[in-house]
């Protein structure tokens, strides 16, 4: 083989482990926000998915609707912190690639 060819096959393997190691790492992503209170805690992906929610035994004094408030404030947050997150490393990734220009 050439040795252009040689570097094209290393360049195209190393963006193919990069792109695996990013969906790892996106995927790895979980994030745990629970109300002020602490009577519910959610856990959302690295999509801002939850995919754990737990009560205290305070929720049962509660009324539905602000159950209802407190999940959804937590997933709010915690939704916003793990899209940050992939959101950083989606931007480390894009710039690890990006075409580098020289300005004269």
């Not at 602000?66 to 710039?95: H, I, K």
Request: with cysteine.
């Amino acid at each position: 083989m050439s040795h252009a060819m040689d570097d094209l096959e290393f360049e195209t393997w190393r963006r193919l482990y990069a792109v695996l190691e990013l969906q790892d790492n996106i995927a790895a992503i979980r994030v745990r926000e629970s109300s002020t209170d602490g009577a519910v805690s959610v856990e959302v992906d690295g999509a801002g998915a939850p995919q754990v929610i737990s009560f205290t035994r305070t929720v049962s004094t509660m009324a539905p609707c602000e159950v209802e408030q407190l999940v959804a404030a937590s997933t709010d947050r915690a939704a916003r912190r793990a899209l940050a997150e992939r959101g950083g490393l989606v931007a480390d990734f894009n710039e690890q690639f990006a075409p580098h220009t020289v300005v004269l």
